[in-house]
């Protein structure tokens, strides 16, 4: 996979964890490559989550306390949290326990062998109750091409532009094939569009179900960037871990 970036690591706060401080910087701008605002269907489940590491990324809530996010984003030995930022005066919500994929392998981009790059979040204290948990996918199928996914998170508008992250955006892609057997590739008809750095982790939506989660993306004509090609893991694939992992975490997922 030519030139395929993650997407998880664009630094858009400043933590203070354990020191009970918390510095944000959120600006109004936008988030995804040719983005929308508001998230759509995606708005009410979709969470920024950041960490010591100065990295952000998207996830999505699952359960009232259990976020499911990609793996590469809080593999990495750090203390991560849920940052609220839609509120007058934002907030972390601590990470407790976080269980990645037992089949991930951090090195799968530089291997091109695709591993199922997913990780649940379990929080210390529930959402607040504006964020909803999504209902997930059960289909095992891989997507035909041409089928339309809607994509959001709270990444940057263009590859390096750091100062564009803190606010979620949404863009609806259509799918050009798949990878390994467990992703999807999305891609715009025209232009450019997709996810960008700090997206990862973010939902990929099949009309009102989590279909994917996002874990990487390329620019134009696989070259490194953003805005060519959005890479997602296919949740319905792993429906069979994910709820074995967050009835173990104490949050088990309705049906």
Known sequence: MPGVSLIGRGAICAVLLGAGALLLQAPPAQAIVSGRSGGGVAGPHTVMIVSTRGASCSGTAIAPDLVLTAAHCVAPPGNYAVALV?????????????????????????????????????????????????????????????????????????????????????????????TGGIMARLSPTLGLAGACTGDSGGPAFLGNTLAG????????????????????????????????TAGKLGSPLKE
């Open 213 to 244: 989660v996002i874990g990487w993306a390329t620019g134009p004509g696989g070259a490194r960037g953003c805005g060519g090609v959005t890479g997602i893991t296919l949740v319905g694939l792993h429906r069979d871990w994910i709820d074995a």
């Open 86 to 178: 839609g509120a007058a005066t934002p907030r972390l919500i601590p990470a407790l326990r976080i269980s990645v994929h037992p089949r991930f392998d951090p090195d799968q981009y530089r291997n091109r062998h695709p591993t199922p790059d997913l990780a649940l979040v379990k929080l210390a204290e529930a959402l607040p109750s504006s964020i909803r948990p999504a209902p997930l996918s059960d289909d095992a199928n891989l997507p035909a091409r041409g089928t339309e996914f809607l994509v959001a998170g709270f990444g940057m508008s263009s590859d390096g532009a750091d100062a564009t992250a803190g606010t979620l955006r949404c863009v609806s892609l259509p799918s050009v094939g798949t």
